[in-house]
């Protein structure tokens, strides 16, 4: 989903066992995902979701792994990475994304993508979900986890 022809989806949280992983770098950039995810949820009658806070986008697969293991029935994963100077960039969204994908296949449970994997931090800032944002990355990976748990 993204930009001005993503979907305003109603979706039905209630009753699911939802957890947040979120990490630790770009703080500004992942508190305004993670609070987007949480109106999402909230909006969407969830309000007994569980935020697992891990160091970085590399953590993220492990991280949404330990939370299914605990139960978790659906998982958004935020995070930011931002294009350096070296190939870290490449290594770090390829191993993140394949590693999410892996974990949502192998387990059956949804994973909401709020991965932003950008050129730059102005624009992970416009999807942020923060009050001058174009867009909501946070509540997009939480609508688009739940439609699938309710598939």
């Known amino acids: 989903m993204s930009g001005a022809g993503a979907p305003k989806l109603e979706i039905d949280a209630s009753g699911l066992q939802v957890a947040i992983v979120v990490t630790s770098w770009h703080t500004e950039i992942t508190d305004g995902l ?3 995810a949480e109106r999402a949820l909230q909006k969407a009658g969830n309000d007994t979701y569980e935020v697992w806070r891990v160091p970085g986008a590399f953590e993220l697969p492990l991280g ?3 939370a ?3 139960g978790a029935e ?3 994963a935020l995070g930011v990475v931002i294009q ?3 190939p870290h960039f490449e290594y770090v969204c390829s191993s993140a994304t394949d590693g999410l994908t892996r974990v949502q296949l192998d387990s059956g449970v ?3 993508f709020g991965l932003l994997t950008v050129d730059t931090a102005e624009q992970a800032l416009e999807r942020a979900g923060l009050e001058n944002s174009k867009e909501d990355k946070g509540a997009e990976a939480v609508e ?3 439609l699938m748990a309710r598939l």
Do not use: F
Request: net charge negative; proline share 5%.
């Open 34 to 36: 993670l609070a987007g």
């Open 64 to 66: 949404a792994q330990k």
């Open 84 to 86: 350096g100077e070296t």
């Open 68 to 70: 299914i293991d605990a």
């Open 110 to 112: 949804p994973v909401g």
């Open 144 to 146: 688009a986890a739940v």
């Open 74 to 76: 659906v998982v958004i």
